[in-house]
């Protein structure tokens, strides 16, 4: 299973900028589907955004446009850019890996993933 470590979350202003970090150890990287989820006091987890293993992206409709997935297979890193931050983007955001196939379509529940990190605190004040 690996671990997975995320990093980057703190207190931004709306309007603000983020970028979380999520490195992979034990694990071989390349062959991971990774994924961003969140959590909101109170509320479900939700899916945000995930790359595949080919590189192409999905992303929740409510952060299209302001969030970007990336992914560094030589550091074994998968990025979360965060722009124009709103106070609902306020949660707790966990990185997810799933060992897939190249051809494996993009996964999007909190069920489909094994793997997770510890979660970093965002913080967007109005």
Not at 12 to 33: E, K
Not at 64 to 86: A, C, E, H, P, W
């Amino acid at each position: 299973q690996g671990q997975l470590l995320e990093s980057g979350g703190g207190v931004v202003q709306a309007g603000g900028s983020l970028r979380l970090s999520c490195t992979a150890s034990g694990r071989t990287f390349s062959r991971d589907a990774m994924a961003w989820f969140r959590q909101a006091p109170g509320k479900e987890r939700e899916f945000v955004a995930t790359i595949r293993r080919a590189g192409d992206t999905s992303y929740l409709d409510s952060v299209k446009g302001r969030f970007t997935i990336s992914r560094d297979n030589t550091k074994k890193t998968v990025y979360l850019q965060m722009n124009s931050l709103k106070p609902e983007d306020t949660a707790v955001y966990y990185c997810a890996a799933k060992s897939t196939i190249l051809t494996a379509p993009a996964y999007t529940r909190v069920d489909d993933y094994f793997s997770w990190g510890q979660g970093t605190q965002v913080t967007v004040s109005s």
